[in-house]
């Protein structure tokens, strides 16, 4: 039997209205950009222009100010100002969505559920509430019309983009932006998220001091996602500890993030600092947010490996091997120079046998800008790289994970930890684990 009519799938006139007021509130950037104003004042213009247009393309601006070799460094260091924290939205709303996905008796199946929003942020907001059997829950209410608004401001992106392109021609971003949009969309549907809960708790099985919230079936939907409600404090809250509890907590943040991208080929896309809350005395990490997953065909995982061992092995033909299979193209001796300026960097703590922090004196906000800017240097006199779209949330998350560690001081032997996570690895290995772990939460792949 078909399912019903989705009432807000994609509607038309919710797109066309979105683009409207994003249009009128891009207006300002664009007649910067003509008046011929200076590549700062036309950055900042953008920024608050996409601040006014709050929603899906305000997230995304965000996410690729992390990305540090995407974007010119005044656009990126513009957007990183922008706060994905909106306003919630009133009971009224409240009361319509969760009628709309439970049923008019939708309060008769929680003990108790809170009128005011726990948080809010660009695309919903989530609320406490209580189990008829004690647990405490977090119910997750996406907003009205989300996807139609993704799709408008996908479509503004790739206007935003050709003309970053047109002023600085040395990245080429059309998959980066089909990644995004891919990303995205699937960030829109609950019930992928719900799966991807719980595939992170199989992968982490393993490791007791790693938790994920347990996803409730029966009171989830496409656009309402309830789960198990996990207490601690965020990672802010722990930056005055002493270097002993700092360290265990980066520790249990590596294992959270190289332990299933290793093991699985998934990574968590999305290492915001607020996805992240740990028990008294740091002894247990809590991952929070699972919208923003990626799992990747087992080839690309080859290339990651491969890469670390080439520049351990200073092997040329192993580290230009390993930019074809992600993907890059036109591989001249200049560009897989440029391309390895980035890998030394990204890579560096992992091919060192000490105890060190990621960066030395790097503030955690600019790690990585001084190398991309560099890369971008060379990148302009060979034309438009094409950016694979595999590539983006590795970088992404890569970077995001490296911020952390900056912000929390930790001082590891990260070379130690890679080594043992990628001891004895094998694409057969790796990809049957893939396999087994996604049919048995119900996911596809892309490989």
Same mark, same amino acid.
């Given at each position: 039997?078909?399912?019903?009519?989705?009432?807000?799938?994609?509607?038309?006139?919710?797109?066309?209205?979105?683009?409207?007021?994003?249009?009128?509130?891009?207006?300002?950037?664009?007649?910067?950009?003509? %008046?011929?104003?200076?590549?700062?004042?036309?950055?900042?213009?953008?920024?608050?222009?996409?601040?006014?247009?709050?929603?899906? !393309?305000?997230?995304?601006?965000?996410?690729?100010?992390?990305?540090?070799?995407?974007?010119?460094?005044?656009?990126?260091?513009?957007?990183?100002?922008?706060?994905?924290?909106?306003?919630?939205?009133?009971?009224?709303?409240?009361?319509?969505? %969760?009628?709309?996905?439970?049923?008019?008796?939708?309060?008769?199946?929680?003990?108790?559920?809170?009128?005011?929003?726990?948080?809010?942020?660009?695309?919903?907001? *989530?609320?406490?509430?209580?189990?008829?059997?004690?647990?405490?829950?977090?119910?997750?209410?996406? #907003?009205?019309?989300?996807?139609?608004?993704?799709?408008?401001?996908?479509?503004?992106?790739?206007?935003?983009?050709? !003309?970053?392109?047109?002023?600085?021609?040395?990245?080429?971003?059309?998959?980066?932006?089909?990644?995004?949009?891919?990303?995205?969309?699937?960030? !829109?549907?609950?019930?992928?998220?719900?799966?991807? %809960?719980?595939?992170?708790?199989?992968?982490?099985?393993?490791? +007791?001091?790693?938790?994920?919230?347990?996803?409730?079936?029966?009171?989830?939907?496409?656009? !309402?996602?309830?789960?198990?409600?996990?207490?601690?404090?965020?990672?802010?809250?722990?930056?005055?500890? +002493?270097?002993?509890?700092?360290?265990?907590?980066?520790?249990?943040?590596?294992?959270?993030?190289?332990?299933?991208?290793?093991?699985?080929?998934?990574?968590?896309?999305?290492?915001?600092?607020?996805? #992240?809350?740990?028990?008294?005395?740091?002894?247990?990490?809590?991952?929070?947010?699972?919208?923003? *997953?990626?799992?990747?065909?087992?080839?690309?995982?080859?290339?990651? $490996?491969?890469?670390?061992?080439?520049?351990?092995?200073?092997?040329?033909?192993?580290?230009?091997?390993?930019?074809?299979?992600?993907?890059?193209?036109?591989?001249?001796?200049?560009?897989?120079?440029?391309?390895?300026?980035?890998?030394?960097?990204? #890579?560096?703590?992992?091919?060192?046998?000490?105890?060190?922090?990621?960066?030395?004196?790097?503030? +955690?906000?600019?790690?990585?800008?001084?190398?991309?800017?560099?890369?971008?240097?060379?990148?302009?006199?060979?034309?438009? $790289?094409?950016? +694979?779209?595999?590539?983006?949330?590795?970088?992404?998350?890569?970077?995001?994970?490296?911020?952390?560690?900056?912000?929390?001081?930790?001082?590891?032997?990260?070379?130690?930890?890679?080594?043992?996570?990628?001891?004895?690895?094998?694409?057969?290995?790796?990809?049957?684990?893939?396999?087994?772990?996604?049919?048995? *939460?119900?996911?596809?792949?892309?490989?």
């Amino acid at each position: 039997m078909s399912e019903p009519p989705d009432p807000e799938r994609n509607r038309i006139s919710a797109r066309i209205g979105r683009v409207a007021r994003v249009g009128a509130n891009m207006s300002s950037a664009v007649g910067a950009r003509v %008046m011929g104003r200076d590549e700062a004042a036309l950055a900042r213009a953008l920024r608050e222009a996409l601040g006014r247009s709050k929603g899906p !393309l305000m997230k995304v601006a965000q996410l690729l100010s992390t990305i540090p070799d995407l974007l010119p460094q005044a656009y990126a260091e513009e957007f990183r100002k922008l706060q994905a924290h909106a306003p919630a939205m009133g009971w009224p709303f409240v009361q319509r969505r %969760m009628r709309a996905e439970l049923g008019d008796d939708w309060e008769s199946r929680f003990a108790s559920f809170e009128h005011e929003a726990a948080a809010a942020a660009s695309l919903g907001q *989530v609320h406490r509430a209580v189990a008829h059997d004690g647990r405490a829950l977090a119910c997750k209410l996406q #907003y009205p019309d989300m996807a139609s608004a993704v799709e408008a401001d996908l479509g503004q992106l790739k206007l935003l983009l050709g !003309l970053f392109k047109s002023m600085d021609g040395s990245i080429d971003s059309s998959e980066a932006v089909l990644e995004v949009g891919e990303r995205l969309r699937e960030e !829109l549907d609950y019930a992928r998220e719900l799966k991807h %809960m719980r595939l992170f708790a199989l992968m982490l099985a393993d490791e +007791p001091r790693i938790r994920t919230p347990e996803p409730i079936d029966a009171l989830s939907t496409k656009r !309402l996602l309830t789960m198990t409600w996990l207490d601690g404090r965020g990672l802010m809250h722990w930056l005055a500890e +002493p270097q002993e509890t700092r360290n265990r907590i980066a520790e249990l943040l590596f294992k959270a993030w190289w332990g299933p991208m290793t093991h699985y080929g998934v990574i968590h896309g999305d290492p915001h600092l607020g996805n #992240y809350a740990l028990t008294d005395n740091a002894e247990r990490l809590h991952l929070l947010d699972f919208g923003c *997953v990626r799992i990747f065909p087992p080839r690309f995982l080859d290339g990651v $490996v491969g890469l670390y061992r080439g520049l351990k092995a200073a092997d040329r033909d192993q580290i230009a091997h390993a930019y074809e299979i992600w993907g890059f193209k036109n591989l001249s001796p200049p560009l897989i120079e440029a391309l390895t300026m980035w890998a030394r960097f990204i #890579y560096g703590p992992l091919l060192d046998d000490r105890v060190r922090t990621i960066a030395d004196d790097v503030p +955690p906000a600019e790690y990585g800008r001084r190398e991309a800017f560099e890369v971008r240097k060379r990148l302009k006199t060979l034309g438009p $790289v094409l950016i +694979p779209r595999e590539f983006v949330f590795m970088d992404r998350a890569a970077i995001g994970l490296g911020a952390a560690f900056l912000h929390l001081r930790a001082e590891l032997n990260f070379g130690r930890m890679f080594a043992e996570s990628v001891a004895g690895f094998s694409t057969e290995a790796m990809a049957a684990r893939q396999a087994e772990a996604v049919a048995r *939460v119900g996911l596809a792949t892309d490989a």
